[in-house]
């Protein structure tokens, strides 16, 4: 068993940043790749970005926050981060992080995540 428990969402001002923390405990946080996902309103869930557990690989799939989300980890604290820049109205949703036992490098697909937390809200203002 993993638990995450997601930090640092919160209300700003379009053009602000934030960094989303996922907190991890359990079993041994570094041989799980994590991914960030979000859910708007009325929308369906979003995969984010992941990241393999070694950190070496990375992945993003919102042509919209490229370039402006950079997704790490840190295996010594059992943490993941999502550091959000010049956010927009469309990223306002809750923010979950996931994690799915995985080998080194891999990237596991969304449908594959195993592990959940409770989600943070994230809203940006005009």
């Known amino acids: 068993q993993v638990q995450l ?9 379009a053009g602000d940043s934030l960094r989303l923390s996922c907190a991890a405990s359990g079993r041994t946080f570094r041989q799980f790749a994590m991914g960030w996902f ?4 009325g ?7 992941a990241i393999s557990w070694t950190g070496r690989r990375t992945a ?16 010594a604290k059992a943490t993941m981060y999502l550091q959000m820049n010049s956010l927009k109205p ?7 992080c996931a994690a799915v036992y995985a ?3 891999d ?15 994230v809203t940006v203002s005009t």
């Open 60 to 75: 993003y799939y919102i042509d919209s926050v490229k370039g402006r989300f950079t997704i790490s980890r840190d295996n």
């Open 107 to 121: 990237i596991p697909r969304p449908e594959e995540y195993d592990y959940w937390g409770q989600g943070t809200q």
């Open 103 to 105: 080998n080194y490098d």
């Open 38 to 41: 979000r859910q708007a309103p």
């Open 90 to 96: 469309e990223d306002t949703a809750v923010y979950y």
């Open 5 to 13: 428990v997601e930090s640092g969402g919160g209300l700003v001002q």
């Open 43 to 49: 929308k369906e869930r979003e995969f984010v970005a």
